[in-house]
């Protein structure tokens, strides 16, 4: 069935370090990648997306890129902030599916 | 604003106790979704609705039911609480035909 792989954290970088999440998936077919980040307290929030192979999601200064060919969707940022400081979930929705699964969730913490 | 939130937002129960975790949704989105988080699994599908009086199991409902009366609530009710049910439980809604959920607070649920 559909999985979703990422990196185990938790993952602590110092301000404005270069930030990179690993995430990989396993699906058949052409799924929806997305990142979720929920922060302190609070549930998950749509960080972004991407809809088919080669797509690029960004916000936030946030990026991740959608390859088909790695079965991958790395989350990178070039200069994190404290407030970066969350769990970040990689997710997948495969076409005709109804379900997102979501992967284990990787905690970042940036220090000052 | 329209949103969703989550009652009550902590609970403790004893074990073999009915618990009620209720959730509503002022979107009026088509689906509803409930999930669990526990540290090293992610999220995990509890129960999930398309619409008004239609209910789904998901990837881990053993011991947990909901129903859908109206398009605004998805109340999960546990029937005989157990200590392997103390978890933090999300509620996510999601408009029809669109994959990305928007997720509620969350319920700290603690089972003596």
């Known amino acids: 069935g559909d999985s979703v792989t990422q990196m185990e954290g938790p993952v602590t970088l110092s301000e404005e370090a270069f930030l990179t999440i690993n995430c990989t998936y396993t699906?058949?077919?052409?799924?929806?990648l997305f990142w979720y980040v929920q922060y302190p307290g609070e549930g998950l929030q749509l960080l972004l997306k991407?809809?088919?192979?080669?797509d690029k999601g960004s916000n936030k200064g946030f990026e991740a890129t959608y390859r088909k060919e790695t079965t991958s969707f790395h989350l990178e940022k070039g200069s994190v902030q404290v407030s970066d400081s969350a769990v970040y979930f990689c997710?997948?929705?495969?076409?005709?599916?109804?379900?997102?699964?979501f992967g284990a969730g990787t905690r970042l913490f940036v220090k000052a | 604003d329209a949103e969703i939130t989550q009652s009550p937002r902590h609970k403790i129960t004893e074990t073999g106790r009915q618990v009620t975790l209720a959730c509503h949704q002022t979107?009026?989105?088509?689906?509803m979704f409930w999930y669990r988080q526990d540290l090293g699994h992610g999220l995990r599908l509890i129960h999930y609705?398309?619409?008004?009086?239609?209910?789904n199991k998901g990837e881990v409902s053993d011991g947990y039911s909901v129903s859908r009366s109206n398009t605004e609530d998805l109340p999960l009710t546990l029937e005989s609480a157990a200590s392997s049910q103390t978890s933090v439980y999300f509620c996510?809604?999601?408009?029809?035909?669109?994959?990305?959920?928007?997720f509620g607070p969350g319920t700290r649920l603690t089972v003596l």
């Open positions: 979107w009026n989105h088509n689906n």
């Open positions: 609705s398309y619409g008004v009086q239609d209910t």
């Open positions: 991407a809809t088919k192979a080669d």
């Open positions: 997710a997948l929705r495969n076409t005709g599916g109804f379900k997102t699964i």
């Open positions: 996510a809604s999601s408009r029809l035909g669109e994959d990305t959920q928007y």
């Open positions: 699906a058949t077919g052409y799924p929806s």
